[in-house]
């Protein structure tokens, strides 16, 4: 057995969000190739989901309406935008946290400006249909609904674990943000107005970039002097 050399001391281990970051980045990267590429595979099976899950959103008008109420108002960027704000209000009043209140604001901007770089990159077309059940602007990957939610409810999460809310709101608080990702994905899909791969690649997208935010923030706290105000 191979013993640990006196000059070479262990490595460190590497912290949890970068190896999210790491997988999490080449996942997105992997996709975002095969949608540009325009894959036949991927841009078959797209098309069967979405023909199927138009049809189902023809056939069921009301469950239609409850779904883009849901993502025109409750999961819609705006709104996640504002909830990012209310957030920031709360860091700055009850923490005086400056510097993370910057961090949020910083980490959504740039959410914001990825996603519509790439839509403007990517450029690719939504889908058409001859009875539309909605409407939606601007290219479709990656959803920017499914970006806007994962790296919002992400880092809200994260800032709320790291201020130790007590169990049942933690608990709450992990539910909301599940069935709110989940659900602005499947809205958008059934909806019409995204294939099923720009979903997956704005999930994709803002986990990643919440694991890299999360990283950037822990290594700046933990380069800070003991007791610094933030």
Known sequence: M???SVD???RPPVPAPARWAAWLTLCSALLLVLVAARWHPLMALDGDI???THRWAVDEPGLTQTFRILTDWVWDPWTMRLLCAAAVVWLLWRHAARRTALW???ATALGTALQQGLKAAVDR?????PDPVDSAHYSAYPSGHAMTCTVVCGLLLYLLHRH???RTVWRTAVAVAVVSVLGVGLTRVWLGVHWAS???GGWLLGAALVALAVLAHRRWASGRPEGAAD
Not at 125 to 129: K, T
């Open 164 to 166: 130790g809310v007590g």
């Open 198 to 200: 720009d979903v997956v």
């Open 50 to 52: 979405a023909e199927t």
């Open 104 to 106: 949020l604001v910083l």
């Open 125 to 129: 077309a939504r889908p058409v249909w």
């Open 2 to 4: 191979r013993t640990q």
């Open 8 to 10: 070479s001391p262990p």
